[in-house]
């Protein structure tokens, strides 16, 4: 199909974390195959990690605990998983580009300039006692967030059991923005938005909310879906399991671009003007 360009610009994005603001991808399979080692069992592959990413934590452990067959129960694969978060979370950094980006999307939020806001907002499946653990040494980049534009994966305004592939994360996140856009701000439309995720079953729920998708992946999960990477920008490779697809986008429709890293964003490809830095 031919790309659609006639897109209205972008006027808000919302942001994954895990793996997309912060190098947790890395320290999660760390933690894993430590578990996975004492028990003996083998290495966390890829084909099984792509399944876990971007989900809710139930139904990533879930998908885990199938595939590993430990010998221990899932609350005492729990217990010890949490043990090394804490450990290892309070470690984390932001990843390439990240802190540039989300500074530049502030600053056209300032009421002395004359470009049009860009409003943000973040949609993480961890739930709250994890993006503490996460971000809580990371005040400073995550203060862009205000506490109310937070949707986190126990947030009690998502329905228990809806969360990525499922759109509603997305679609709650552009809600928060709306409910609170200054007095004479139109309210925002998905097609205006920009969802911005690593995770396959991430860009899949941003398909279904209706909104472009920038798809930011780990090396290595690129890897794993070389040749489908038009089924993955499209929403099309089935992680949300049989859910009618009517929802999703279509190969090469333009909706969704795969970008390396987050250094050096095409602010201006969607439509977004930066203000320069004031001296």
Same mark, same amino acid.
């Given at each position: 199909?031919?790309?659609?360009? *006639?897109?209205?610009?972008?006027?808000?994005?919302?942001?994954?974390?895990?793996?997309?603001?912060? *190098?947790?991808? *890395?320290?999660?399979?760390?933690?894993? !195959?430590?578990?996975?080692?004492?028990?003996?069992?083998?290495?966390?592959?890829?084909?099984?990690?792509?399944?876990?990413?971007?989900?809710?934590?139930?139904?990533?452990?879930?998908?885990?605990?199938?595939?590993?067959?430990?010998?221990?129960?899932?609350?005492?694969?729990?217990?010890? !998983?949490?043990?090394?978060?804490?450990?290892?979370? %309070?470690?984390?950094?932001?990843?390439?580009?990240?802190?540039?980006?989300?500074?530049?999307?502030?600053?056209?939020?300032?009421?002395?300039?004359?470009?049009?806001?860009?409003?943000?907002?973040?949609?993480?499946?961890?739930?709250?006692?994890?993006?503490?653990?996460?971000?809580?040494?990371?005040?400073?980049?995550?203060?862009?967030?205000?506490?109310?534009?937070?949707?986190?994966? *126990?947030?009690?305004?998502?329905?228990?059991?809806?969360?990525? %592939?499922?759109?509603?994360?997305?679609?709650?996140?552009?809600?928060?923005?709306?409910?609170?856009?200054?007095?004479?701000?139109?309210?925002?439309?998905?097609?205006?938005?920009?969802?911005?995720?690593?995770?396959? %079953?991430?860009?899949?729920?941003?398909?279904?909310?209706?909104?472009?998708?920038?798809?930011?992946?780990?090396?290595?999960?690129?890897?794993?879906?070389?040749?489908?990477?038009?089924?993955?920008?499209?929403?099309?490779?089935?992680?949300?399991?049989?859910?009618?697809?009517?929802?999703?986008?279509?190969?090469?429709?333009?909706?969704?671009?795969?970008?390396?890293?987050?250094?050096?964003?095409?602010?201006?490809?969607?439509?977004?003007?930066?203000?320069?830095?004031?001296?």
């Amino acid at each position: 199909m031919a790309p659609r360009t *006639d897109f209205p610009p972008v006027r808000a994005c919302l942001f994954d974390m895990d793996g997309l603001l912060l *190098d947790t991808e *890395d320290i999660y399979t760390l933690c894993i !195959n430590l578990i996975l080692d004492k028990y003996s069992r083998p290495s966390l592959p890829w084909s099984i990690k792509a399944q876990l990413q971007g989900r809710p934590g139930p139904a990533a452990n879930k998908i885990f605990l199938e595939w590993a067959q430990l010998p221990i129960t899932a609350e005492e694969f729990a217990a010890e !998983n949490a043990v090394l978060h804490q450990k290892l979370f %309070p470690g984390t950094k932001p990843l390439p580009g990240v802190p540039e980006l989300l500074t530049s999307l502030v600053r056209t939020q300032q009421p002395d300039v004359e470009t049009p806001a860009v409003h943000i907002a973040l949609a993480t499946s961890s739930h709250m006692g994890n993006f503490k653990l996460k971000t809580n040494h990371l005040a400073d980049l995550f203060s862009v967030f205000p506490d109310n534009r937070r949707v986190v994966g *126990d947030d009690t305004r998502l329905t228990p059991g809806r969360g990525k %592939p499922l759109p509603d994360i997305f679609l709650l996140a552009l809600k928060t923005i709306n409910d609170s856009l200054p007095e004479g701000e139109a309210p925002i439309k998905p097609e205006e938005c920009l969802v911005f995720e690593d995770s396959v %079953p991430g860009v899949e729920a941003g398909r279904r909310a209706g909104m472009r998708v920038i798809w930011c992946p780990h090396p290595m999960l690129k890897k794993e879906y070389a040749g489908r990477e038009e089924e993955v920008l499209a929403g099309r490779t089935g992680e949300a399991g049989q859910v009618d697809l009517h929802q999703v986008g279509e190969l090469g429709d333009g909706w969704s671009e795969y970008l390396v890293s987050l250094e050096n964003f095409p602010y201006e490809k969607y439509g977004m003007v930066i203000p320069p830095v004031k001296a």
